[in-house]
């Protein structure tokens, strides 16, 4: 499948009043054409940074930005920011994790979905209206006329939300960010807007990154994952292959630390420590001081993301007969889809321990 966006060797400092942060290292990131992909880590890890790069909405003066971000071929780092103004929202929209900052109070919010066909596809004021309470509808917002005229104040968080979605998705873009869109949500009303996400992703095959904490939400939405910690991405991989074999001890110690149901009065699995300050740059593992695997070489030399030593298959041969018939690559070495990256010095250490 191909790449809608492919980010590679970003990197992102933050002058801050205590120091520079260097919130994002090194990462390479791609997303394809059609999917949802999960980006999850602890607080802090630079999820939201990495994504505010892609829209650029960083300030210039105190962030710089390097590496690049190509969006349909386009290095988006390299656009003026005339040209930036017509991608966002008509071909990269954003979702963020509070509706009601995201939405002017002073307006209805009919006319702020309407402002999208206005100002992105010149339509008459009457035809956006008209596009406008179509939308509504369709996000579940109804009766959508008397909705319409209703201010930010009269609509509940998941309402909100759903308008947040309906801005989101007016222009038909091809990529979302959604930046922890549920998390200001209790979880029914979560669970319905992750329906929502979902459904209208498949009506409108657009592709989705959402930006969790939660693998509970990963299992539920995503096709594809990545793990991300100390500004860098540790793993990346198909869904099912992270669940089922993540090599990372970071990824499969966030897998282990899910909720599991049926085990009561068992104390919940958690990662012992915290992540660094993201003020200076080391030199090896980000994760080493927590990690039950380290090794010398983990202090001393930053992993990569590669395939795995353990799950490598010869590339021109599965480049030549593709799938097997059993969903695995013919000459796969494991379950893990070629396209799985973790950057781990002893990536098969967690296997053992498994063992
Ligand atoms: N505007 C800013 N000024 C100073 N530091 C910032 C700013 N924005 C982000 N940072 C720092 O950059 C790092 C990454 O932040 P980021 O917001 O990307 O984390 P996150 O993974 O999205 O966390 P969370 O899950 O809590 O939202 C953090 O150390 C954060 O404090
Ligand atoms: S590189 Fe070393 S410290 Fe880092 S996750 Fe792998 S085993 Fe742990
Ligand atoms: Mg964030």
Redesign the pocket.
Known sequence: MSQLLEIKNLSVD?M?TRGL?H?VRQVNLDIEQGIIHGIV??????????AKSVMRLHHPR?VRIRGEIKFNGVDLLSLSEREMQRIRGREISMIFQDPMSALNPLFCVGDQIAEVFMHHFKDSRAAAKKKALELLEQVGIHPAQTRYQQYPFEFSGGMLQRVVIAIAVAAKPKLIIA??PTTALDVTIQAQVLELLKQLQKELNVSIMI?T?NFGIVAELCDHVSV?YA?TVLETGRKRDMFRHAVNPYSRALIESIPKTGHAGQRLTTIPGTPPE?FDLVDGCPFAPRCDFASDICWREKPLLAPCAGMQAPQGRLEAEGESPSGLPEGAHSAVEIGHLAACHNCCCGKEAQG
């Open positions: 933050i801050s942060i919130a880590g602890e607080s802090g890890c630079g999820k939201s940074v990495t105190t930046d922890e930006i904490h991300m500004g993201l």
